[in-house]
């Protein structure tokens, strides 16, 4: 989770029209605009190269900063969220669907993730997932309007060669009891009316639930996400 000084930093400089190009900064007016001394303006700007939110060049007018994808993400999650807590409240978003089994490949992916899903969810999730067969014109319209509600974004990497995409999270109630996210990879096997769904226990044997079961998906607002 990305600490709120060095997020207000990020704040300052996309007012000064980083987001979309480079520009001057003076880390004594970065200061000023901060409230803090010109050695802590540093500082900031320091860390928030070394975590990828920002790319800085040294030219002849001075430093040039711009904020990169990452640190543009950081932005627009509080964005998401200020547009939501302002927001008239909508009606709740309940998704019913049918257990089933799966391919296997969940718990591998989710070990992947895990820490990444930790920071952005709060939980450390049990490697596996449950997966929810959703159809029906009822259920398939609510996972429509899911999917246009301001989701939690977790980053893609890279690693020994190979690409891990982003992964869209929707935090949800498993049957009004369980925290649990729905997970929208981009690469998956399973077709677009399975959702998998990840917590920080099992499941199944928490609900004692087995395929042909049904359950309810409630979706979990992010301003009232813990």
Known sequence: MIEPEIWFALYKLAMKGAIHESVIVKTSELGDDL?????????RIATSLEEGYVVRVHTASGMSIR??????????????????????PKDEIRIEGTVVGGLGEGAYYVDMYSDRFEE????????GTLNVKVSGETAQQAVSRMKHSPPLVVQGFREEGRTFGDVICYRVLVNGKIEAAIVLAQRTHHGKDILEVIAPMNIRKKLNLKDGDKVELALVPLHLAT
């Open 67 to 88: 904020l990169t994808e990452k640190g543009r993400n950081q932005l627009a999650r509080v964005f998401s969220n200020l547009e939501i807590a302002f927001a008239p």
């Open 120 to 127: 952005s969810l709060g939980f450390k999730p049990y490697l």
């Open 35 to 43: 409230g803090v001394s010109q050695q802590t303006a540093s500082r």
